[in-house]
């Protein structure tokens, strides 16, 4: 069973910097897309980085400039650098993994940025 596990989360002061971290088994990583989505309360759940096989990145225009996606194929890892978070950050992260007709979801992890 494939399984996607984030870590990295949790609780900054607005400014600060935050590195989340995906951890992926029992899936041939390499022909992945992987992405990172958030949910906040009350909202739906919103692309906020994803990064082809080829290491292509999409980013969301809210995070553009602060964060930054990138994956390891030898760790079957997938990386989201957070700078300069804002409240509205605020969200549980999840991480994706997404080829054909695949589509895989972790747990998620909370991030809390304080004003």
């Known amino acids: 069973q494939v399984q996607l596990v984030e870590s990295g989360g949790g609780l900054v002061q607005a400014g600060g910097s935050l590195r989340l971290s995906c951890a992926a088994s029992r899936i041939t990583f390499s022909i992945y897309a992987m992405g990172w989505y958030r949910q906040a309360p009350g909202k739906q759940r919103e692309l906020v980085a994803t990064?082809?096989?080829?290491?292509?990145?999409n980013y969301a225009d809210s995070v553009k400039g602060r964060f930054t996606i990138s994956r390891d194929n030898a760790k079957n890892m997938v990386y989201l650098q957070m700078n300069s978070l804002k409240p509205e950050d605020t969200a549980v992260y999840y991480c994706?993994?997404?080829?054909?007709?695949?589509?895989?979801w972790g747990q998620g992890t909370q991030v809390t940025v304080s004003s």
């Open positions: 990064i082809s096989r080829s290491g292509i990145t």
């Open positions: 994706s993994a997404k080829a054909a007709n695949y589509d895989y």
